[in-house]
């Protein structure tokens, strides 16, 4: 496919909003996975610290 102009690109033949709401979505879940990972393991990490310290004593 051929564009005449940036605008054009960008629009997709119509199906612009799509195709860029769609790449959107997927940069921001790719930004924000490794966040999350990070955040669950540190709770993690946190409550077996925890219920190893009860177990102890």
């Known amino acids: 496919m051929h564009w005449q102009s940036f605008s054009d690109f960008l629009a997709m033949g119509g199906y612009g909003l799509y195709v860029w709401g769609s790449f959107g979505v997927t940069a921001l879940i790719l930004a924000l ?3 999350l990972a990070v ?3 540190r709770g993690l990490l946190l409550r077996l610290g925890r219920q190893l310290r ?3 004593g």
């Open 39 to 41: 955040r669950r393991r």
């Open 54 to 56: 009860a177990e102890r």
């Open 33 to 35: 996975e490794p966040m």
